[in-house]
């Protein structure tokens, strides 16, 4: 059986009665800590591209520039290439995956959600997901939403 996180990678609907559930909800405060602490004051960008680099377990290269407030309960399946900029206010939901390429500009507000809920009223507390990829130097403007 492979974890909770490559489940929930591979789009399976992954229950809150999951033995392995705690794993996941430990890691959704550790997300949540990380950026309640990035966003609760003034950070410098090699300050916020360290808060980022500790949320994603990816170092983040210099060209990349992330301006707070920025907004995920996970954060553990964002990846971004060189030159990203991302505006304030954007939420990224990533428990299935969001890459941003190379080049790839978010403008403010932006919002990209991997997570989506079974249509069942009994199971819709539960999640399943989806990847996103964003291509190389793409533009998404301020106040989108990608699903």
């Known amino acids: 059986m492979t974890d909770i ?83 304030n206010g954007c939420t990224f939901m990533d428990r299935g995956g969001i890459t941003l390429e190379d080049g790839v500009f978010v403008g403010p507000n932006v919002n990209i959600i991997t997570e989506n809920h079974a249509e069942q009223p009994e199971l819709r507390h539960n999640v399943y997901t989806k990847p996103i990829l964003i291509k190389r130097n793409a533009w998404i403007g301020a106040a989108s939403t990608v699903l």
Do not use: C
């Open 5 to 87: 996180f490559e489940r929930m990678k591979n789009g399976e609907l992954i229950l809150e009665s999951d033995p392995d559930y705690p794993i996941l909800y430990e890691a959704l405060l550790r997300g949540m800590r990380i950026v309640g602490q990035l966003n609760s004051s003034y950070h410098t960008p090699e300050q916020t591209r360290l808060a980022i680099s500790e949320l994603t377990g990816q170092k983040l290269d210099d060209s990349t520039w992330i301006i707070p407030p920025f907004y995920t309960d996970f954060g553990q399946f964002i990846r971004l290439g060189k030159k990203v900029f991302i505006n």
